[in-house]
């Protein structure tokens, strides 16, 4: 059963996408990174056969460089302070 809205036009998911990525900030995507990182290491640490703590760790390491990058390194900057 699929569901339609009324007075409002169906947009293509696709095109939905494009817009929300298209607005994503640096920080978005940098906090985008760190959940894939994990998934990436899980799905390593299971083809590769290498040890879960050891494909954490390197997960870890990556997400801590990224909120280091994120917050000290390329920090927000406020455009409305003089």
Do not use: W
């Not at 699929?2 to 947009?11: A, H, N």
Request: net charge negative.
């Amino acid at each position: 059963m699929q569901e339609t809205t009324i007075g409002r036009p169906e947009r293509d998911p696709f095109e939905s996408l494009v817009g929300v990525l298209a607005k994503a900030s640096r920080y978005d995507l940098l906090l985008g990174i760190i959940p894939v990182v994990f998934a990436v290491a899980l799905v390593v640490a299971h083809v590769l056969s290498v040890s879960v703590v050891q494909a954490m760790f390197v997960a870890a390491a990556i997400g801590v460089l990224v909120v280091i990058d994120a917050c000290y390194l390329n920090p927000p900057i406020d455009q409305g302070s003089t």
